[in-house]
């Protein structure tokens, strides 16, 4: 997730005010920045890696000449946050300026095409086919305008994006285009402005036009035209009043980053879900290759290793070992060596424990490899080979969009780990890759249709002194996950096992309305599980079950039941199943009268008398 921005004013500098929105759209990306303007025919460039105060501080970002131009601010994804990487990027003359929000998928086979034809790239980004595309679009079509010849380059992107670009060639404009990646237009008296979000016009403008997917908008002192990428064919569209005061607005609209994240998870697993092929492959070959695989991490990414033994497991048959990063070096530290291969999981790439353990794998010559949601994170650097997550920045305490966004990762290696080693037929990968293609829609289906029914369980279960979650097979990892996310963000103690295991001890705490939280995916151990809700509910506990729709047979022994899409494979249950609870813990949060987005000590102020 990057933010990109283009301001068209009718007078003026347009830096300062493209500075000052990106600034906005800081929340969206903040490793790299840069900013193009045009003036007099000649495009000045000024972009960087870091914050954008510090990259302000070298640079001077307001000071670029011209009226026209476009910014961006990156989350690196592919090639990391370096000067060279950092948006805006050119054509081999410099003429044509992109910056860009997406993944172009197909970018590998574009960059060779167009090498091949005697381009010159300096970066490693995706991004940069897009300037030499059009640039070659228009050596071979010289007759085209550059709108003609952006829209034929686009008609050649696999992917998502939102583009803003300018051109010496018609240095009176600015063209943007949409697919998936978010886009909108601001308008006042002074100019036309097109974003990735409202918030980064706000401050001057609450006039917006939003953006469809499949749509190419030109900027001129006109006003703005929007087309059809496919035809051409041009669209009406009026602005709309925003209503939205900035606070809001950089949640648009949500009152908290923890729910404006759980609702962003059908995206950022399409995002991620688009990993391209080759590091996906160059990572399996590691694993295949492997001895023995501990999976190291922290958390609630600790939970997306133990749910990802599962799949290894069941799928390639690869034994792996999850392990507590803190425990690490004390547990394995000794014997872990040259044939150990350690795959480190860590949303920030940063979390102390899990660069302690990866630390020491690396000194006894183990592999690492690493999957992180921060590119140029010190995971990163250690790793061999590492994999980003594409879930953008995440703001709220809580993780939640990059949980599942790197179970989906761990399922794609899982699955591709299986069918390197034939451990699976065309038919079930088959089946296995098309749920993992609709886990987006999925997801979408369980926030719309459950929230609700959530807000009402927080709402009745709130004042419990303590929960339990229990789940069999891989949804133990699930339980867990939910357990630590009502624990840090509404403060009630909590505990999870692995469903059979309750009976050893932990049943002993059931009391009378004592609310059981169970993760029921129609699965091999469906049955069994049966058997433990009748445990529980014979000692007076409240069930709660996450079931799938249609499993009447759950249903009727729980007091309270929130439904997920029906057919969900057991492998992949943790990424669906792990949505309720996420709400679950943020409206429990909510009704306990705490702030979701803040630590402990701020999240309510307590008087004591
Ligand atoms: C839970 C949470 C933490 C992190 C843990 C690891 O909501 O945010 O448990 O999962 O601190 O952090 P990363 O993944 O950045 O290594």
Known sequence: MCGIFGCFLNEGNAAPLIHSSLKRLEYRGYDSVGIATISDGKITIKKDQGKIDDVHKIHNLDDLPGSIGIGHTRWATHGAPLQVNSHPHTDCAGEIVVVHNGIIENFLELKSELQNLGHTFVSKTD??????????????????????????????????????????????????ARNESPLVLGINSHGLFCASDIPAFLEV??????????????????????????DGSAITREPITIEWTPEMAIKQGYPHFMIKEIHEQPETLSNTLRMQDHYLDLLTTFLDRANEVFLVACGTSYHACLAASYMFSKLAFLPTYPVYASEFVEQHGKSVNIDSTILAVSQSGETADTLAAVTCAQQRAATILGLTNVIGSSLTRISRVYIGTQAGPEIGVAATKTFTSQLSVLAQLALRLSKKRGKISQDEMDTLAEKLDKLPETVDTIVRSQEDKVKNIAKKYANSKVFFFLGRGISTATAFEGRLKLMEIAYIPSIAFP??????????????????????????????????????KARGAKIIAVVEEGDQEIKGLADDYIEVPKGIPSVLSPIPFAVPLQLLAYYTALEKGFNPDMPRNLAKSVTVK
């Open 127 to 176: 991004t940069e086919v897009m300037p030499h595309l059009i640039e070659e679009t228009l050596k071979q079509n010289p007759q085209l305008s550059l709108e003609q010849a952006v829209l034929e380059s686009l008609k050649k992107i696999d992917g998502s994006y939102a583009f803003a670009i300018i051109s010496t060639r018609e240095p009176d404009k600015i063209i943007c």
């Open 205 to 230: 403008t609450n006039k917006a036009v939003m953006i469809n997917n499949g749509e190419l908008v030109v900027l001129t002192a006109k006003g703005y035209e929007i087309k059809k990428i496919s």
């Open 499 to 536: 469903a059979g295991e309750s009976k050893h001890g932990p049943i002993s705490l059931i009391e009378d309305g004592f609310p059981v939280v169970f993760i029921c995916p129609k699965d091999d151990s469906h049955r069994t599980l049966i058997g433990n809700i009748m445990e529980m």
